[in-house]
């Protein structure tokens, strides 16, 4: 559950990252391009996302430990968006890959 909260995160972070008129974009997928011509969709989906995994966070964890992990969580992540992002080092692969791999660990270790 912490890790599809943190998916979301991603995803959430990513979405508004990329309706930025600041942010330095590349347009390797087709979904980018959509996003930056559709700025008022792409900010109601990421706002969405991102009111989705809080409320994820809420039922994991209690309302105090869920807020704490949520903006610690967004945080960290969106940090590494700004930094890598522009670096192209965000692929699909390696997210897909990433997230296989913490959820194998969440689901051992729990």
């Not at 998916?7 to 990329?18: C, H, K, Q, W």
């Not at 942010?23 to 989705?52: C, H, Q, R």
């Not at 309302?63 to 949520?70: A, D, Q």
């Not at 992540?77 to 700004?82: H, T």
Request: glycine letters at 4%.
């Amino acid at each position: 559950m912490i890790t599809i909260a943190t998916l979301i995160v991603f995803l959430a972070f990513y979405t508004l990252y990329y309706t930025s008129k600041r942010a330095t974009l590349s347009y390797d997928l087709g979904f980018e391009k959509w996003m930056k011509v559709n700025p008022k969709p792409t900010k109601y989906i990421g706002l969405g996302l991102l009111l989705l995994a809080y409320s994820l966070w809420l039922v994991t964890q209690s309302v105090c430990c869920g807020t704490l992990m949520f903006f610690i969580q967004l945080m960290t992540i969106g940090s590494l968006i700004v930094i890598l992002a522009p670096l192209k080092k965000i692929s699909p692969i390696a997210i897909i890959a990433l997230f296989v791999i913490v959820s194998l660990l969440e689901l051992y270790y729990n």
